[in-house]
């Protein structure tokens, strides 16, 4: 699964499909098993890894909190795992940012 930033949910409203965060599907198996009761996580654990998606405004600050809580919670420097997440986190929380600041939507595109 990829995110990316969007005006809107048609495919010419994608911006940069080549500028994408990649949401591995061994990062969510692993995520879905160590934070199943995490109910703050829900939108990130629960998407479908085979459907887009699209986020409001609120949904993106939302994925904002999930990735700082990731990037704080996920620090073990040797465990080649919680890196990969962290260069997630870091990633996605830098996409929040960006379409908070431009207006824009995030959009998730499914494998």
């Known amino acids: 699964m990829d995110f990316t930033l969007a005006k809107g949910k048609r495919r010419r409203d994608w911006l940069d499909i080549n500028r994408n965060v990649k949401f591995s599907e061994n990062i969510h198996f692993h995520l879905r098993g160590k934070e199943r009761n995490n109910v ?16 409001s405004e609120k949904e ?26 962290r260069k997630f986190a870091s990633e996605l929380k830098e996409l929040c940012l960006e379409a908070i600041e431009q207006n824009l939507f995030i959009i998730a595109l499914g494998d």
């Open 40 to 55: 703050s996580l829900r939108l990130l654990l629960d998407l479908d890894q085979y459907s887009d998606k699209l986020f």
């Open 60 to 85: 993106i600050k939302e994925l904002l909190s999930i990735s700082d809580y990731l990037l704080s919670n996920y620090q073990a420097e040797y465990d080649r795992m919680e890196k990969e997440i």
